[in-house]
Nanobody
Framework: QVRLLESGGGSVRPGGSLTLSCDVS???????GAWFRQAPGEEREGVAA???????VYANSVKGRFTISRDTAKNTLFLEMRGLKPDDTAKYYC??????????????????WGRGTQVTVSS
């Protein structure tokens, strides 16, 4: 059974930092990992993604502030977030797909999802 479990969310002031983690179990082999977010009343959007070779892609709104990485040995995905803004407030979801032929900047096709972790940026 595939499970994705996010952690690391919380409340921070503008300009603060958080690092999200996603522990993946039951899923092996070539795959892409990604972080999505959804704010109340908004559609879910892709934030960052990484492929098996370490190639990454970011939403324009987070470029230069967020960094996605993975620990392959521990099967864990990370999202380091710096310079957080109130607009970053959302529930963040970890996702994975075993479609390595898709370009990393294609946000569709993710079929394994975590339950999400809340990030709130407020003064």
């Amino acid at each position: 059974q595939v499970r994705l479990l996010e952690s690391g969310g919380g409340s921070v002031r503008p300009g603060g930092s958080l690092t999200l983690s996603c522990d993946v179990s039951g899923l092996w082999g070539p795959r892409h990992g990604a972080w999505f977010r959804q704010a109340p009343g908004e559609e879910r959007e892709g934030v960052a993604a990484i492929d098996g070779a370490g190639e990454t892609v970011y939403a324009n709104s987070v470029k230069g502030r967020f960094t996605i990485s993975r620990d392959t040995a521990k099967n864990t995905l990370f999202l380091e977030m710096r310079g957080l803004k109130p607009d970053d407030t959302a529930k963040y979801y970890c996702a994975a797909r075993q479609t390595p032929w898709l370009p990393i900047d294609e946000w569709g096709g993710y079929n394994y999802w975590g339950r999400g972790t809340q990030v709130t940026v407020s003064s």
